[in-house]
């Protein structure tokens, strides 16, 4: 639904009467899904390890460096703080920051880069990695501007497989995440596989953010097997007309979904792609809540993601490469009143991806979540107006997300390229204030 309080900030009346009243003014995001960063200033703070590669992967990416003095206005700053270990090296880390922070251009990008303090040689190392988080996430709420701020980490020994990430966060698809903490390990040894075009099944697809993810994929040149309830099969079947795809109409908590589940994936040799995305609310307070509430709400969110997976990978019917990407909610991070039921269910897919990473690992699978927070569906705009206006204000971006912003994170951490990151959860929030 259109933000009208976006729009009259961005009017030239609206600019004066929201500054002249200390009112948010945010900023519209460029999600241009082929817009990438042209110009980066990639510095070092305290002599890293990571400048040449991060030199190599932008010149893959055809981003141009530029010198800092020479150059206000670039579209990214790159920082490689991985030889930052101790108070006095922080000082290198403000001098670049507080020297270039003002020349990033609007929609720009800054990527700190170290690796996770449980890595740190010494204590004084795991207290300036860990404190680099509260850094990464101040910048994101002072920065304003629709820049995105993330903190990446890679491992201390080995190359990290930044590709896909770099691409991703770089560009106009990763427009709404910010503040957050990506930890990207060295790509898996994987098998030569044969080129094919990639089978994706994406549950909840008909509408919202799995109609999205649906279309991201098609983009992508995929074939999207759009699953939803029987209801929905009229829906499903023009999409998938649309899309190039397939329709598979059948309710999740069936007692034979699994199974049919795997049968059709049986048909396409195997899916490539599993995004858990149907999702469903039933709020009440504990106190109010009837059994049917909370037993349906666990059904759909957690228990039919999890029979699905098992039976997918009893039959072996997730291909070698295979990506698994679950859709949790920010009210599973920070809990929210009448949704006992609901962040229950939501966390509980951020511990079974957590653990399933570890067990598919081996398969040369990858299981990953996202997060989201405001994103402007049917769902949302049935808010009330005042709880609706604060949900989308609440966040550094001061707007809403849409379902194509939660639909490029998927496709980011479904890449091919992205073997590097599993059993992590990415928030698409605009960095909100909740749970932060
Ligand atoms: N919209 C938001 O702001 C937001 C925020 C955080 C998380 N999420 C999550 O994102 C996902 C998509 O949300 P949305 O806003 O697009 O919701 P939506 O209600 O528009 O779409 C959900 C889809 O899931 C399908 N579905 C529900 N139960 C099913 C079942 N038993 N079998 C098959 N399909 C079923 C529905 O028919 C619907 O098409 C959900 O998991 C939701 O919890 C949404």
């Known amino acids: 639904m259109s ?24 900023v519209p995001i460029d999600r241009d899904p082929q817009r990438i960063a042209r110009t980066a200033l990639l510095a070092d703070a305290g002599g890293g390890r990571l400048l040449p590669q991060l030199t190599e992967e932008l010149r893959a990416l055809d981003v141009a460096l530029v010198d800092g003095g020479d150059m206000p206005g670039f579209d990214a700053l790159l920082v490689d703080a ?15 920051l507080h020297g270039h922070i003002r020349a990033i251009a ?25 404190g680099l988080e509260g850094l990464a996430r101040s910048l994101g709420k002072e920065a304003r501007r629709a820049i995105a701020v993330q903190l990446v980490h ?20 990763s427009a709404y995440v910010s503040g957050q903490v990506i930890r990207i390990g060295a790509a898996p040894l994987s098998l030569p596989e044969t080129p094919r075009q990639r089978v994706v099944l994406v549950t909840g697809a008909s509408r919202g953010i799995g109609a ?38 059948l309710d999740l908590t069936a ?24 999702g469903i609310t039933r709020d009440k307070t504990i106190a109010r809540m009837d059994p049917g509430r909370w037993d349906a709400v666990m059904a759909v969110n957690l228990a039919a993601p999890m029979r699905i997976t098992a039976a997918l990978l009893a039959a072996g019917q997730i291909r070698h490469g295979g990506r698994i990407v679950a859709v949790s909610s920010l009210s599973g991070i920070a809990g929210n009143m009448g949704q006992t039921n609901y962040a229950l269910s939501k966390a509980g897919v951020i511990g079974w991806v957590e653990r399933l990473a570890r067990d598919v690992a081996p398969l040369g699978i ?31 971006m001061g707007q809403g997300g849409q379902p194509e912003d939660v639909a490029e994170a998927i496709a980011w951490l479904a890449d091919p390229a992205s073997g590097g990151i599993n059993g992590e959860v990415v928030r698409v929030c605009g960095q909100s204030l909740l749970g932060a």
């Open 366 to 396: 990858t299981a990953n979540a996202v997060a989201p927070g405001f994103i402007e569906t049917q769902m949302t705009a049935a808010i009330p107006f005042l709880i609706r206006e604060a949900g989308r204000r609440m966040n550094a």
């Open 212 to 249: 999205a993810i649906a279309s991201c994929f098609a983009r992508q040149g995929a074939h999207v097997v759009g699953l939803d309830v029987p209801a929905a099969e009229p829906v499903l079947r023009e999409q998938a007309a649309r899309l190039g795809g397939s329709a598979l109409a």
């Open 82 to 96: 991985s030889g930052c270990r101790t108070v006095a090296d922080t000082d290198a880390l403000y001098r670049v």
């Open 3 to 26: 933000d009208r309080y976006l729009a009259f900030a961005n009017s030239g009346l609206g600019h004066w009467l929201t500054g002249t009243l200390g009112m948010p003014q945010p």
């Open 154 to 173: 890679v491992p201390l020994s080995a190359p990290a497989a930044l590709s896909s990430s770099l691409a991703f966060l770089l560009s106009g698809r």
């Open 106 to 130: 609007a929609n720009g990008r800054i990527l700190l880069l170290t690796t996770d303090p449980a890595e740190a040689p010494d204590a004084e190392a795991a207290a300036i990695w860990r």
């Open 255 to 278: 007692e034979d979904a699994p199974a049919r589940i795997a049968e059709d994936a049986a048909t396409h040799g195997g899916y490539d792609v599993v995004v858990h995305n149907a």
